[in-house]
């Protein structure tokens, strides 16, 4: 069974710093590709970053880029993303995705239950 | 920067068919994904490749294409089906999933 665990959420203040893994399991981790995407309160679903098999390719979204920064350690079968300069827009729940494609561009076909940020003073 | 174009809401009966349009320049050449969320879950794929449907999914749900709004069709809506529907696909020059609808409220009456 895939499964996709996130930890490492929780209460920072403006201005801090925050690192987000996510843990794989049930799978070949070096076979996908990963993505983080997030949900603010009330709020539509964010796709924020993803990251080769590899991690030789990376892309953000204009919303994250220059302050977030996914990684990946295939030995380990985690996922990372930090987050540095952390606004008050960035509070939502982060979720960590796997990424299948069967050509063409991606999907995200398995989500992990996610890790709620929330940054305030 | 690219963007996917839902309505806010949509209300049908039980037993009556749901149709969710979602809108982009680049359909139908970039594959679209729909996703199902349901209040405090994570969200589940019920179409990929804007016509597959996971394993797992009840047959009730499809995908169609027409120029450039792609469709996610609910026949026989139920109960359960009530939840916040989401696009997503890619612009025209990319691989990753790189865009998110705004999502549509299905409410069933």
């Known amino acids: 069974e895939v499964r996709l665990v996130e930890s490492g959420g929780g209460l920072v203040q403006p201005g801090g710093s925050l690192r987000l893994s996510c843990a794989a399991s049930?799978?070949?981790?070096?076979?996908?590709?990963m993505n983080w995407v997030r949900q603010a309160p009330g709020k539509g679903l964010e796709w924020l970053s993803y990251?080769?098999?590899?991690?030789?390719?990376?892309y953000y979204a204009d919303s994250v880029k220059g302050r977030f920064t996914i990684s990946r350690d295939n030995a380990k079968n985690s996922l990372y993303l930090q987050m540095n300069s952390l606004r008050a827009e960035d509070t939502a729940v982060y979720y960590c995705?796997?990424?299948?494609?069967?050509?063409?561009?991606?999907?995200?076909?398995?989500w992990g239950q996610g890790t709620l940020v929330t940054v305030s003073s | 920067s690219y963007e996917l174009t839902q309505p806010p809401s949509v209300s049908v009966s039980p037993g009556q068919t749901a149709r969710i349009t979602c809108s982009g320049d680049a359909f139908p050449k970039q594959y679209a994904y729909w996703y199902q969320q349901k209040p405090g879950q994570a969200p589940v794929l019920v179409i990929y490749k804007h016509i597959e449907r996971p394993s797992g999914i009840p047959e009730r749900f499809s995908g169609s294409t027409s120029g450039t709004t792609v469709t996610l069709t609910i026949s026989g809506v139920q109960a359960e089906d009530e939840a916040d529907y989401y696009c997503?696909?890619?612009?025209?020059?990319?691989?990753?999933?790189?865009?998110f609808g705004g999502g549509t409220k299905l409410t069933v009456l």
């Open positions: 049930g799978f070949t981790f070096t076979n996908y590709e």
């Open positions: 990251i080769s098999s590899y991690g030789t390719t990376i």
């Open positions: 995705a796997r990424a299948e494609s069967y050509g063409g561009n991606s999907g995200l076909f398995s």
């Open positions: 997503q696909s890619s612009d025209s020059r990319a691989t990753y999933p790189g865009v």
